[in-house]
């Protein structure tokens, strides 16, 4: 959010109007700058992978149209950060009424109070200067969520000062009437009580509200976004068919479809303790798609990208713990890490009813199956001959999570004329010593899940020979 203003600006209705500033609409506010950014080339969702093709498109279909839409999709897709970079398609400044509960245009003041200081202070009316950031208002539905909430109610305080019942300002707005000319977002709205909904659908079709019997001629210039999970949309709650009748547009969402915008996602939203290797977060992402295409995992749920990004920063959190403990000059992610993020990973997923007690063993299972793709998508062709005939003759190759990258390396054994290493090496682009231990580390993983060498776990340590 910006604090400061941006001046000079006009202070006056006055001033407002000698400078020739033209009130838009909403709607027309966001579809002009939607367009605007279109014709120059821009991109409007900045961050947001993999919707290029799906969802933007319907998505900017909506708001040209200028329809209040609900985004429907699993868990983790987007759908918060999707709603939330609406606001970069407002003005950055809009002027507002100076003390306006509702946040009105200087030039269309709707409360009996701001239509009161227009009339005595004319020209002279003080206006203020609201950013863009101040237009979005969020609201996480829950089944206690009220009326009062979201429309308003009667101030009792107000009304103990001695102003009538039936008088306007004895009113509290809720927060879509306190979001006039901006913005307003409704997650996980099947949640919401259905007798809320309906107190929804007066705002949403007339843009008026009514409340406690009190019917007030607002005109709302509000849009309306929400969110839902299909799950909870069929199952655990619904949305009720007037209210959905009143969404213009209904879009489903979904996780990537490309293998690299799951890579993108994890690189912008984790954050990264430590150096993790781009390899290592590419069997990540590959470690997530196979759970969200895995019988044993419940599809209803989904399988969020806030797993993989949690998965991220737990193995950087691994290399920075063993770096600190062992002192190593630098932090970097090494295959032995992503054992600790099976450990802790496993209650962000849903299972079938009969998968209990094999939980452990799926998740290992699909994130060896990841391991094994990515060593074949980047070191295919490589001969291996040289390394695996010297463990052949007896070798040992032994890492853990508190071995050093430099202990490890001095533990490889001596190839002779091969470049084998050099190879996986420059195939992995690793420069370093923990990114040549991390490379070499998925090599040897790599020989092992082909049944090419062999491997004992224990006391912290893995042995390859």
């Keep these: ?3 400061r203003t941006p001046s000079p600006l006009p202070a006056t209705l006055g001033e407002l109007r000698a400078s020739g500033h033209v009130h838009k609409p909403l709607r027309v506010e966001l579809r ?9 080339g821009e991109d409007p969702w900045p961050g947001l992978h993999g919707f290029e093709d799906t969802v933007v498109p319907q998505l900017e ?43 009105e245009h200087p030039y269309e003041p709707i409360s009996h109070a701001s239509q009161q200081a ?37 101030d009792p305080i107000k009304v103990a000062e001695g102003r009538s019942l039936g008088d306007p300002e004895t009113i509290h707005f809720g927060l879509i009437p306190r979001s006039h000319r901006g913005i307003v977002a409704i997650n996980e709205l099947p949640d919401l009580a259905e007798r809320i909904q309906v107190a929804m659908l007066n705002v949403m079709e007339e843009r008026d509200i009514q409340i406690r019997g009190y019917l007030l001629r607002l005109p709302l210039d509000v849009l309306v976004v929400a969110s839902a999970n299909p799950e909870d949309y069929t199952n ?9 009748d009143r969404f213009g547009a209904e879009i489903r969402t979904h996780y990537p479809v490309a293998l690299e915008d799951e890579v993108a996602v994890i690189r912008q939203e984790a954050h990264l303790l430590a150096e993790v290797p781009d390899f290592v977060v590419e069997i990540l992402a590959r470690f997530t ?44 992610a090494r295959i032995v890490d992503l054992e600790t993020a099976v450990d802790v990973l496993g209650g962000k997923v849903e299972f079938e009813t009969g998968e209990e007690g094999r939980e452990r063993e799926v998740l290992t299972h699909l994130l060896r199956t990841a391991t ?39 533990g490889l054994p001596v190839l002779g004329e091969s470049d084998v290493y050099d190879q996986v090496m420059d195939r992995l682009g690793a420069r370093t010593d923990g990114a040549r231990a991390s490379a070499l580390e998925l090599a040897l993983e790599g020989l092992y899940l082909a049944r090419k060498i062999g491997k004992e776990t224990g006391g912290g340590e893995t042995v390859y020979g």
């Design 1 to 3: 959010m910006t604090d």
């Design 236 to 244: 655990r709650g619904r949305i009720i068919t007037p209210l959905k």
């Design 118 to 154: 227009a009339a005595t202070d004319g020209d002279d009316l003080r206006i203020s200067w609201r950013h863009r950031s101040e237009r979005y208002a969020e609201k996480l539905a829950t089944p206690d969520t009220s009326v009062a909430d979201l429309i308003g109610d009667i």
């Design 372 to 410: 094994a793709e990515t060593v074949r998508a980047h070191l295919r062709g490589i001969d291996f001959g040289p390394l695996v005939a010297a463990l052949e003759n007896g070798a040992l190759v032994t890492t853990g999570e508190q071995v050093t990258a430099r202990d490890f390396l001095a």
């Design 289 to 332: 798609r196979h759970l969200r295409q895995s019988s044993s995992v419940d599809q209803r749920s989904g399988v969020s990208a806030r797993f993989s990004i949690a998965g991220a920063e737990t193995i950087a959190a691994s290399a920075l713990h063993r770096a600190t403990v062992q002192g190593e000059d630098e932090a970097v």
């Design 61 to 103: 279909r909506a708001l040209i149209a200028g329809h209040d839409v609900v985004l429907l999709g699993e868990r983790g897709q987007g759908k918060t950060r999707l709603l939330r970079t609406l606001v970069t398609l407002l003005d950055e400044w809009t002027p507002v009424i100076s003390g306006s509960e509702l946040g």
């Design 32 to 40: 002009d700058n939607l367009l605007a950014k279109l014709r120059a």
